[in-house]
């Protein structure tokens, strides 16, 4: 019978072992260990003080226990009381920090998740900004507009410098020409000097002629005359000749002034032209160079305030932890009560033994552990099926847990 006492015990605890380590309830498993160990040993010793006896479990009452074994049987069930005592009181502190780390758990949860919300709030109101900021940018009308401006100060600037460019060629054509009259007066003061020649081999002549008249007397007298006008005509011409030389002498140092000036103007103005039109092509490159850095700049930010967002989702999917911690908490505070009753029941069974029990109540405790080990098969598919119930999620990967 002893032996039939050992196994009963030692089934009812792998039996309990292997269900609560499939539940995972690792930290409780040590005191229901200890506990069953205590009430085995109780039973074994109980079995073995009675051996001298051939008939315990005959169905007959006559044979009493020595008051050794009534005050071993006292103390082991007293001791097991208290240890069950113990369990339970220390099931119920684990329950009430489960309890306890649920609800810090729970609140922490919910400030990260409003935390999170305004944040991805700020995100999505800061990308919108944005958002509105670079359409701003790249809107059709503006876009029109300025593009416009840059080409119409463009086309103006080519005008002008088109312009200044005619002009300061004009200027060199003018130049080039007055080269051709400055040369022309050179001519022309040549020429003088061949007509002064004339005038001058022309008074000879007619000086000549004077005196051939005089030799001729009264006959060669009109000739006379005529050679003397000749000659003053002759003096006459050199006179003008010598005009028109000055005249010539002061336009060609006067063309030769414009020639200068002109010179001077045509080459200043096309300088200062260029120059202006190639700061004005660098300020508009420079213009295009903000505008690209800009727009650049712009995406950027957008592009953070997409990842910003995007990982605020990711921070608000992984507080799921709270959710299915609540869950594993719950069902510890479920597998923590069933083996709460086991334990109430293993007092009931044992509160059922007093000091003056016989041998037949030693026959029934034996036949309640029997039911017993009933009862704890189907309190664990009761814990088994709770545990299927529950979330089965272990991780951050997997599930779909609704939140918030």
Not at 96 to 114: F, N, P, R, Y
Not at 157 to 173: A, D
Not at 176 to 190: A, G, K, L, R, S
Request: hydrophobic share 40%.
């Amino acid at each position: 019978m002893k032996y039939f006492s050992l196994a009963l015990v030692l089934s009812l605890m792998v039996l309990l072992y292997g269900q609560f380590t499939e539940a995972g309830n690792y930290g409780v498993l040590e005191l229901i260990i200890v506990i069953l160990i205590w009430g085995g040993v109780s039973c074994i010793l109980l079995i073995n003080s009675g051996k001298s006896s051939h008939n315990y479990f005959t169905g007959k009452n006559s044979v009493a226990l020595s008051p050794d074994q009534k005050a071993l049987i006292s103390e082991l069930l007293s001791n097991s009381q208290e240890q069950y005592s113990h369990l339970s009181a220390e099931l119920k502190v684990i329950s009430s920090k489960v309890d306890v780390m649920k609800s810090i758990v729970s609140e922490a949860v919910e400030g990260l998740s409003s935390s999170f919300t305004n944040l991805s709030s700020q995100s999505s109101s800061q990308e919108a900004l944005m958002h509105e900021l670079i359409e701003g940018l790249h809107s059709t009308e503006g876009d029109d507009n300025q593009k416009g401006f840059i080409q119409e100060t463009k086309e103006v600037l080519e005008y002008f410098v088109s312009n200044i460019t005619e002009v300061s060629r004009g200027g060199m054509t003018m130049v080039y020409t007055v080269d051709d009259i400055e040369t022309q007066m050179d001519d022309v003061n040549q020429l003088l000097g061949e007509i002064s020649g004339i005038a001058d081999q022309t008074n000879l002549l007619a000086l000549n002629a004077a005196i051939e008249a005089a030799r001729a007397g009264a006959a060669g007298r009109g000739f006379a005359v005529v050679a003397d006008e000749v000659r003053a005509l002759s003096t006459s011409s050199n006179n003008l000749n010598e005009k028109i030389r000055g005249v010539v002498e002061q336009s060609k140092t006067n063309i030769s002034k414009a020639k200068k000036i002109v010179g001077e103007i045509a080459g200043k103005d096309m300088s200062v032209a260029m120059q202006h039109k190639a700061r004005v092509d660098e300020v508009l490159k420079m213009m295009e160079e903000k505008n690209s850095f800009v727009n650049e700049k712009l995406l950027q930010v957008k592009g953070i305030a997409d990842n910003l967002e995007n990982g605020v989702g990711v921070a608000i999917r992984s507080l799921q932890f709270e959710d299915i911690a609540r869950q594993q908490c719950e069902q510890l505070n479920t597998h923590i009560e069933l083996v709460n009753q086991l334990f109430v029941g293993i007092q009931s069974e044992v509160s059922k033994i007093s000091s003056g029990t016989s041998v037949s109540a030693i026959k029934e405790l034996s036949e309640s552990i029997a039911d017993f080990n009933n009862n704890i098969e189907l309190v664990t598919k009761k814990a088994s099926v709770i545990h299927a119930t529950t979330s089965s999620q272990k991780d951050m990967n997997e599930g779909g847990v609704e939140l918030f």
